[in-house]
């Protein structure tokens, strides 16, 4: 499934919205006999089909301590950004958060060579990211190295210990990559554009990656005149949204918000409104809407697998 829209008309806007609980809603009444095998470790024959291809493509090492479910969902959402920083030409320099165990950054790193800045608030994962991605690389690559005090770096991939809350966190998290993407760059490089991924982002993530993107996006074009000084351009967002009943901020679009005002749509759209982990439509809209109203423009559903979706949006 592929969308793409912009806020126009109120009434383009409706069509959009039935169009896209329609469409995300038949994707999952597709998925729904995925997932339950996947319950009793089994996969569809759809599946095994659709994937099959891609899975065999990627060396054994960058499959290590994977299930077969999650390298499906992982490579497929590796393809996923590959395929849209091909599109956008935008400088191969990746900023994950949430990376946890780097299952996606290794892929993005060392099988699509881009460039990984794996954001996460638990340490041991990420010095496990660390130590695995060594083991897959070639022995006379070197070791890592230490960055600052909360990041260590090794050949294209650097890790750093932080969560993303504040605009604090997120202007640390940009200068922070930018010493790590300007090695071995250019010496008369000082604009570094840079696609942030997320695949699994759980409850209000998705909604403060965009917010932090966006505010970020004001302060790069009040400085825009000033082409000496080193700066981070995050140009797409690239996310997998799960665990909707762990927002707390719903509905943060103002078109979902009035929407649901009303009674009749809102018992029509609500009653299995946060159902499991897995994203459902609302939540899915929520975003994509929200998106489109915080100035980001090419806002995009994608779907992946299993009952998954993505979201890519460019500022």
């Known amino acids: 499934m592929n969308m793409e829209g912009c806020l126009e008309s109120t009434m383009e806007l409706d069509s959009l919205v039935s169009k896209l609980i329609l469409q995300i809603e038949q994707e999952q009444a597709l998925s729904q006999t995925a997932e339950s095998f996947l319950q009793t470790k089994f996969l569809t024959q759809r599946q095994i089909i659709e994937n099959n291809d891609l899975i065999s493509n ?8 994977m299930s077969l479910e999650k390298q499906f969902i992982t490579f497929t959402f590796a393809k ?6 091909e599109r956008s030409a935008v400088d191969p320099f990746i900023i994950e958060i949430g990376s946890g165990k780097g299952y996606l950054s290794r892929v993005l790193s060392n099988y699509y060579k881009k460039k990984t800045f794996c954001v996460d608030l638990n340490k041991e994962r990420l010095k496990s990211n660390l130590r695995i991605n060594r083991l897959v690389q070639d022995s006379n690559i070197e070791v ?3 960055l600052n005090k909360k990041a260590l770096i090794s050949t294209n ?4 210990h932080k969560s993303l809350e504040t605009d604090a966190d997120f202007k640390l998290i940009l200068k922070s990559s930018r010493n790590f993407f300007k090695i071995r760059e250019s010496i008369n490089k000082t604009l570094f554009q840079v696609s942030i991924v997320g695949l699994h982002l759980c409850g209000d993530l998705p909604y403060t990656v965009l917010d932090q993107v966006a505010k970020n996006h004001i302060e790069s074009k009040r400085n825009v005149f000033n082409a000496h000084e080193e700066s981070v351009d ?5 996310l997998v949204p799960c665990c909707p009943d762990k927002v707390t901020q719903f509905p943060k679009s103002t078109k979902v918000r009035l929407f649901m005002e009303d009674e009749l749509s809102g018992k029509r759209i609500a009653a299995n409104l946060f159902e499991g982990c897995i994203t459902t439509p609302i939540n899915l809209i929520d975003i994509y809407l ?4 915080t100035g980001f423009h090419h806002v995009e559903i994608v779907y992946v697998n299993s009952g998954r979706f993505a979201l890519i949006a460019s500022i």
């Open 144 to 146: 890592s190295t230490r």
């Open 58 to 65: 990627i060396p054994n090492s960058l499959k290590l301590g």
């Open 290 to 293: 929200y998106a489109l109203e």
């Open 234 to 238: 995050v140009c797409n967002v690239i």
């Open 157 to 160: 991939m650097a890790v750093f």
């Open 80 to 85: 996923i950004v590959e395929q849209t920083l």
